[in-house]
């Protein structure tokens, strides 16, 4: 029997640079359930480093985490993948760290923080991972969907590091699961502004732990999925997104 989900799909650790440092996986999964948060979505730039230590957090808390990454193309364009396991996100993450040029400077971009799911530091990200991959979108999004992932553009709403605000329209080809809209603009005001032929998709983007939550998708689904949740974007034997 399908029931309702509430699912913030995005949201980075302390391993972006641009995130706060407080928000390890524990501080996460705690305000999601304080939340009413059922699904996360782990996306931090670039890396999948902090995913087991979600996982088991998540765990220990009673929410449940979709491991991904917010991948960013040689366009500029911020993808989602998220899937259901670890082995296929580290998979991308090995294509990733192959394509992905520059060393960080923590002084311009902040640190980035792996850590355990105890919220202990295991280390630091070396690598520039607010930076452009060497990927086009048409081939991360084609990576993704071989491993199972789904497949997102992310806030396409954003004039900046969005698929619109960096191709200026949405390649017909490309074969995405939906499109994510941030915070910013409504569900209404997106349909009137893009007019989209794929489904869309709210979620927090969150960098601070006020911000989780924020901003969610509700899903009619049996369980905690990608299977499911694609049957939910494209409506699917009863299950669907619940507006």
């Given at each position: 029997?399908?029931?309702?989900?509430?699912?913030?799909?995005?949201?980075?650790?302390?391993?972006?640079?641009?995130?706060?440092?407080?928000?390890?996986?524990?501080?996460?999964?705690?305000?999601?359930?304080?939340?009413?948060?059922?699904?996360?979505?782990?996306?931090?730039?670039?890396?999948?480093?902090?995913?087991?230590?979600?996982?088991?957090?998540?765990?220990?808390?009673?929410?449940?985490?979709?491991?991904?990454?917010?991948?960013?193309?040689?366009?500029?364009?911020?993808?989602?993948?998220?899937?259901?396991?670890?082995?296929?996100?580290?998979?991308?993450?090995?294509?990733?760290?192959?394509?992905?040029?520059?060393?960080?400077?923590?002084?311009?971009?902040?640190?980035?923080?792996?850590?355990?799911?105890?919220?202990?530091?295991?280390?630091?990200?070396?690598?520039?991972?607010?930076?452009?991959?060497?990927?086009?979108?048409?081939?991360?999004?084609?990576?993704?969907?071989?491993?199972?992932?789904?497949?997102?553009?992310?806030?396409i709403d954003r004039e900046s590091f969005s698929l619109i605000g960096q191709l200026g329209f949405i390649p017909d080809d490309l074969a995405l699961d939906a499109l994510e809209i941030s915070p910013a603009l409504s569900y209404e005001d997106a349909v009137r502004r893009y007019s989209p032929s794929l489904p869309l998709l709210h979620a927090s983007d969150a960098h601070k732990e006020e911000e989780?939550?924020?901003?969610?998708?509700?899903?009619?689904?049996?369980?905690?999925?990608?299977?499911?949740?694609?049957?939910?974007?494209?409506?699917?034997?009863?299950?669907?997104?619940?507006?």
């Amino acid at each position: 029997m399908p029931r309702n989900y509430k699912a913030d799909l995005h949201v980075h650790t302390c391993l972006s640079p641009c995130a706060e440092v407080k928000m390890s996986p524990t501080t996460i999964v705690k305000r999601a359930k304080a939340c009413g948060v059922h699904i996360l979505g782990i996306c931090d730039h670039n890396s999948a480093e902090n995913a087991p230590a979600a996982l088991e957090a998540a765990r220990r808390h009673g929410v449940h985490i979709l491991p991904g990454m917010e991948v960013t193309s040689s366009e500029e364009v911020h993808l989602l993948a998220l899937f259901d396991a670890l082995e296929p996100v580290r998979q991308l993450q090995e294509i990733v760290y192959r394509h992905l040029p520059g060393e960080n400077d923590e002084e311009a971009f902040g640190i980035q923080v792996v850590v355990n799911a105890d919220d202990e530091v295991l280390g630091f990200n070396r690598r520039l991972l607010i930076g452009a991959t060497t990927l086009r979108v048409e081939e991360i999004v084609k990576e993704i969907r071989s491993l199972g992932g789904l497949a997102v553009a992310a806030h396409i709403d954003r004039e900046s590091f969005s698929l619109i605000g960096q191709l200026g329209f949405i390649p017909d080809d490309l074969a995405l699961d939906a499109l994510e809209i941030s915070p910013a603009l409504s569900y209404e005001d997106a349909v009137r502004r893009y007019s989209p032929s794929l489904p869309l998709l709210h979620a927090s983007d969150a960098h601070k732990e006020e911000e989780i939550g924020r901003c969610c998708t509700r899903f009619l689904v049996e369980k905690a999925s990608i299977g499911e949740i694609k049957k939910a974007l494209k409506g699917q034997e009863g299950r669907r997104i619940l507006r």
